[in-house]
């Protein structure tokens, strides 16, 4: 299941998936549209684990929106 979620102006979308252990993991990326061009950039993947799929995709949108609300220190959307 892909979810994406709109915020601030720009798109994230999580990608959850299943691990050997039976936990579930994210990718995901934050999407920004300028007239009809898209750019965008991955998140890390998930360090952590979690119980199920929607989990892992809240903890995901979660992650993009504190990205994006410059939070992360490592991580930056001022290029996008």
Not at 17 to 41: C, D, P
Not at 55 to 68: D, E, P, S, V, W
Request: proline residues 4%.
């Amino acid at each position: 299941m892909m979810e994406s979620n709109e915020y601030r102006g720009f798109v994230i979308v999580a990608e959850p998936y299943q691990l050997a252990s039976g936990e579930w993991a994210f990718r995901g990326r934050i999407m920004k549209h300028k007239g009809n061009s898209v750019t965008m950039m991955d998140l890390p993947d998930s360090r952590e684990t979690f119980a199920d799929e929607r989990m892992a995709a809240a903890n995901c949108l979660t992650y993009g929106r504190q990205i994006i609300d410059g939070e992360v220190p490592e991580c930056s959307v001022a290029e996008l």
